[in-house]
């Protein structure tokens, strides 16, 4: 992952890349740029082996404040335009869903709009203490998109959902956690330190049972239980086959921690 990208930082710490959101000047807003930098980076990653899992967090102050209004005003009355700029974000949001590896957003400053919900289009969130979650759409007469009609009823319940939605107000880290917005607040201090904790911890898992594991979870949300129960049988024949399985079963007769390579 040597590419050069104008809007993101790409760094890797062993199995684990962490991608940055990286337009400090302007609370990391999303213009075309990032979109199509993000889309391209995603799709190289679904390819890289070497990466067990991805980190999502923000340049400077701010996770992400959302889509660039600066820029969205040139397309004022562009249905054309607006529409392929809608279209360059939910890839964006079907990227990260889709990414075989786990993600983790690491949210260290504001995530409103478009940037709370690719937040939240992430397998696990762990924010600052100081960072703040808002549905602000309604601020500028919009309404939600990048997945989050689809993701906030399925994390707080329909009535929060609609009242964050409809009051457009920014709430703060605990109280996102304590709604179920988020898995994890802690000291902006050790975001860092805990986020690694968790992405090492999954990196030393077994990959194949992790991806699919993500696979069968974000279909559960639209199919049946009978539906589901084909799927888990066909990826439990995939796992019961694998070399993954094979050692953590060896690991837990000899009593040892598995070592899934």
């Not at 400053?109 to 696990?124: M, Q």
Request: hydrophobic share 45%.
């Amino acid at each position: 992952m040597d590419i050069k990208y104008n809007t993101l930082i790409v760094k890797r710490h062993g199995e684990v890349l962490w991608l940055y959101l990286d337009r400090p000047e302007v609370f990391n807003a999303l213009d075309q740029t990032m979109r199509l930098e993000f889309k391209d980076v995603l799709t190289r990653i679904s390819r890289d082996q070497s990466t067990r899992v991805l980190v999502i967090t923000g340049s400077g102050k701010a996770f992400c404040s959302g889509g660039d209004l600066r820029s969205m005003g040139n397309q004022l009355g562009n249905v054309t335009e607006t529409r392929e700029r809608l279209q360059d974000l939910q890839e964006m949001t079907r990227s990260i869903v889709n990414l075989p590896q786990p993600v983790i957003a690491a949210v260290n400053g504001p995530a409103a709009g478009a940037g709370c919900n690719i937040a939240l289009t992430c397998d696990i969130v762990i924010a600052a203490e100081e960072a703040v979650f808002g549905e602000v759409f309604v601020k500028v007469g919009l309404v939600p998109d990048a997945g989050g009609s689809f993701l906030l009823p399925r994390l707080v319940g329909l009535r929060k959902a609609k009242e964050l939605v409809f009051k457009g107000e920014m709430v703060g880290a605990r109280e996102a956690e304590r709604i179920g917005l988020i898995n994890l607040a802690v000291p902006g201090p050790d975001l860092h330190k805990v986020t690694m904790e968790w992405a090492n911890k999954l990196a030393e898992g077994p990959a194949l049972a992790l991806q699919l594991g993500k696979w069968l979870l974000n279909r559960s949300l639209n199919n049946n239980l009978e539906d589901m129960l084909e799927r888990e049988e066909v990826s439990q024949v995939l796992c019961l086959q694998s070399e993954e399985h094979k050692e953590g079963v060896r690991a837990f007769l000899e009593k040892r921690k598995p070592v899934f390579k």
